[in-house]
């Protein structure tokens, strides 16, 4: 595997695209000598034939307004690899929304299905529709619309699709009742469903739950617990929530939240009340968590800044790629921040991972740490397929074990000779050990 080469033609295949290549790029770094390791993956070219989606659909979405004027979003679906599974992730409605973004997130989904080790290819989808402000009425009407289009490439054994940004319970029902309408089955194509129609317990605290639990192992790596840790988050939706009521139960500390508008500092903790008025946000889709200061007087709150200057011993992003960078990567080392987990979709640059790695914190990729969601949506599909529901312990259990195991595949490719864990390589290597061999199993099929 010739490393800058690879790379040259990544970059002259995938002009004005820097979020794929930033993806593709670090998985690139961290597995060529992996690779160079084991001739078997040059003979069959299977990181030139990774590197490639299987499938990209982009399509048109029109619907009306609840003025009767006609609006246009696009659509998308990139299917990126089948190997092990149905494609498989979710869906965001953001104004963002570009090719760009959909085959990042298709390319990570890729690997962290893989490492969940449950039968899942990686996918993803959205439109650049925004859903902020947008009457009940507007949000089914695109949401059928959306679905109009995308049920003529999706099914239970195919591509099942899930929630991300901007698509939560009330998204996933518009459209799943569209699917039924139009394809006349009640299957498991979707999940993230409602508990009355196949939705599985805890899907909605999953992903938070499960970066927990990841973190957990972090910490008992290097002989260390949670009680007492001082915990800045961003975001506010179903991931940081989640994240905030894992912390609050196993002794943790949560001073800081955040939204676009800015972001939250409480030293009395952010928990109880405070955790499900979190949840209040979330449900009136403002975007804002400015009223935090004005229900709870223990709150400040700071406009227009994120919450990675609040001196914390761990720093967990769960809003958007890249939200976390250089200077602030810099600012949390400085302040003797010990652990930085993404929660989000490849939250932090790469020019942050790479200085929070000099200084030897302990630094968990998006594609370990966030795998909880897929993890559980993977469990709710099982639980159609068997058409049965499992106890919120039950799945409890299995998610906790399944990010248990994703971090044990971390250590194991990913300890270094000076024993500091690169969690990042060991997450690739275990995520694409999977998926290769099974496409050289396959035969040259992609």
Same mark, same amino acid.
């Given at each position: 595997?010739?490393?800058?080469?690879?790379?040259?033609?990544? +970059?002259?295949?995938?002009?004005?695209?820097?979020?794929?290549?930033?993806?593709?790029?670090?998985?690139?770094?961290?597995?060529?000598?992996?690779?160079?390791?084991?001739?078997?993956?040059?003979?069959?070219?299977?990181?030139?034939?990774?590197? &490639?989606?299987?499938?990209?659909?982009?399509?048109?979405?029109?619907?009306?307004?609840?003025?009767?004027?006609?609006?246009?979003?696009?659509?998308?679906?990139?299917?990126?690899?089948?190997?092990? $599974?149905?494609?498989?992730?979710?869906?965001?409605?953001?104004?963002?929304?570009?090719?760009?973004?959909?085959?990042?997130?298709?390319?990570?989904?890729? %690997?962290?299905?893989?490492?969940?080790?449950?039968?899942?290819?990686?996918? *993803? $989808?959205?439109?650049?529709?925004?859903?902020?402000? #947008?009457? &009940?009425?507007?949000?089914?009407?695109?949401?059928?619309?959306?679905?109009? +289009?995308?049920?003529?490439?999706?099914?239970?054994?195919?591509?099942?699709?899930?929630?991300?940004?901007?698509?939560?319970?009330?998204?996933?029902?518009?459209?799943?009742?569209?699917?039924?309408?139009?394809? $006349?089955?009640?299957?498991?194509?979707?999940?993230?469903?409602?508990?009355?129609?196949?939705?599985?317990?805890?899907?909605?605290?999953?992903?938070?739950?499960?970066?927990?639990?990841?973190?957990?192992?972090?910490?008992? =790596?290097?002989?260390?617990?949670?009680?007492?840790?001082? /915990?800045?988050?961003?975001?506010?939706?179903?991931?940081?929530?989640?994240? =905030?009521?894992?912390?609050?139960?196993?002794?943790?500390?949560? /001073?800081?939240?955040?939204?676009?508008?800015?972001?939250? @500092?409480?030293?009395?903790?952010?928990?109880?009340?405070?955790?499900?008025?979190?949840?209040?946000?979330? =449900?009136?889709?403002?975007?804002?968590?400015?009223?935090?200061?004005?229900?709870?007087?223990?709150?400040?709150?700071?406009?227009?800044?994120?919450?990675?200057?609040?001196?914390?011993?761990?720093?967990?992003?769960?809003?958007?790629?890249?939200?976390?960078?250089?200077?602030?990567?810099? /600012?949390?080392?400085?302040?003797?921040?010990?652990? /930085?987990?993404?929660?989000?979709?490849? $939250?932090?640059?790469?020019?942050?991972?790479?200085?929070?790695?000099?200084? #030897?914190?302990? %630094?968990?990729?998006?594609?370990?740490?966030? =795998?909880?969601?897929?993890?559980?949506?993977?469990?709710?599909?099982?639980?159609?397929?068997?058409?049965?529901?499992?106890?919120?312990?039950?799945?409890?259990?299995?998610?906790?074990?399944?990010?248990?195991?994703?971090?044990?595949?971390? @250590? #194991?490719?990913?300890? +270094?000779?000076?024993?500091?864990?690169?969690?990042? *390589?060991?997450?690739?290597?275990?995520?694409?050990? #999977?998926?290769?061999?099974?496409?050289?199993?396959?035969?040259?099929?992609?």
């Amino acid at each position: 595997m010739d490393l800058h080469k690879l790379i040259a033609e990544l +970059e002259a295949k995938n002009p004005a695209q820097p979020l794929y290549i930033q993806a593709a790029k670090e998985v690139l770094e961290t597995i060529v000598d992996f690779v160079n390791e084991n001739p078997k993956y040059d003979k069959y070219a299977i990181v030139e034939r990774i590197l &490639e989606p299987e499938r990209i659909i982009q399509f048109k979405v029109t619907w009306v307004d609840d003025n009767g004027k006609i609006q246009i979003n696009r659509g998308f679906r990139v299917q990126h690899n089948m190997a092990i $599974g149905p494609y498989k992730g979710g869906i965001r409605f953001h104004k963002n929304v570009t090719v760009d973004t959909m085959k990042f997130l298709a390319f990570e989904q890729t %690997f962290k299905n893989s490492l969940t080790t449950l039968p899942m290819g990686g996918g *993803k $989808g959205g439109s650049d529709f925004d859903p902020t402000g #947008k009457s &009940e009425g507007e949000v089914m009407r695109f949401c059928q619309a959306f679905m109009t +289009e995308l049920q003529k490439y999706i099914g239970a054994e195919t591509d099942v699709p899930a929630g991300d940004i901007g698509v939560g319970g009330r998204e996933i029902g518009f459209m799943y009742g569209q699917y039924k309408r139009l394809r $006349g089955e009640h299957v498991g194509v979707l999940t993230g469903k409602g508990l009355n129609w196949g939705g599985s317990l805890i899907r909605p605290e999953a992903t938070g739950f499960g970066s927990i639990y990841f973190l957990e192992g972090m910490l008992a =790596a290097k002989k260390d617990t949670l009680v007492g840790k001082r /915990v800045a988050l961003s975001g506010y939706g179903n991931v940081a929530w989640g994240a =905030a009521l894992k912390l609050e139960e196993l002794g943790a500390k949560v /001073v800081a939240i955040s939204g676009p508008d800015g972001y939250i @500092v409480d030293e009395d903790g952010i928990k109880g009340d405070k955790i499900n008025y979190m949840d209040e946000l979330l =449900a009136t889709r403002n975007n804002v968590v400015a009223p935090f200061a004005t229900k709870y007087p223990s709150a400040k709150f700071v406009a227009g800044k994120r919450p990675w200057e609040v001196k914390v011993d761990i720093a967990i992003p769960c809003a958007i790629q890249n939200e976390l960078g250089i200077e602030d990567a810099k /600012v949390l080392a400085a302040n003797g921040c010990k652990y /930085v987990v993404e929660t989000s979709n490849m $939250g932090c640059t790469a020019e942050a991972v790479t200085y929070l790695q000099s200084q #030897k914190i302990s %630094f968990a990729p998006g594609k370990a740490a966030n =795998a909880g969601g897929v993890a559980t949506s993977g469990l709710e599909m099982s639980q159609n397929s068997m058409k049965l529901a499992w106890t919120r312990e039950e799945v409890d259990a299995k998610l906790n074990a399944i990010m248990n195991n994703i971090h044990e595949n971390c @250590v #194991k490719y990913g300890t +270094e000779k000076d024993g500091y864990i690169n969690y990042v *390589k060991g997450a690739n290597i275990a995520g694409f050990i #999977k998926v290769a061999d099974s496409m050289i199993d396959q035969g040259v099929a992609y």
